[in-house]
Nanobody, 133 residues
């Protein structure tokens, strides 16, 4: 398994930008679907930007395509989420998370609701993003 520590987040006005970071430690062998989930009060967590660690393929929720960019720095073992053109509806708690997958597994299904129970994932502590209109 991996351990994840997030940083970044905060409050911005609509149209602004923020960058989230996620430091990764632990398992360096397995393939993971790793990225960013968000949650608003009363709703479940949903994946919005996911990277397949082996190969680097990226996947995005339709609501963030063209505005959010997920990337990984393998040397620093850090995952990033650059969020541009932020909207009030992007306001949420954002979590860095990782789900181990097979060497040939796809991460496309990690966009949207969780693929399984939360304990199947490794989670960061979460960081609040608030966008005002």
């Amino acid at each position: 398994q991996v351990q994840l520590v997030e940083s970044g987040g905060g409050s911005v006005q609509a149209g602004g930008s923020l960058r989230l970071s996620c430091a990764v430690s632990g398992d360096t062998i397995s393939t993971y679907c790793m990225g960013w989930y968000r949650q608003t009060p009363g709703k479940g967590r949903e994946g919005v930007a996911i990277i397949r660690t082996r190969g680097g393929s990226t996947y995005y929720h339709d609501s963030v395509k063209g505005r959010f960019t997920a990337s990984q720095d393998n040397a620093e073992r850090t995952l990033y989420l650059q969020m541009n053109s932020l909207k009030p509806e992007d306001t949420a708690m954002y979590y860095c998370a990782a789900r181990r997958t097979s060497a040939g597994g796809s991460c496309l299904g990690d966009i949207g609701p969780l693929q399984g129970p939360p304990h199947l994932y490794s989670w960061g502590q979460g960081t609040q993003v608030s966008v005002s209109s």
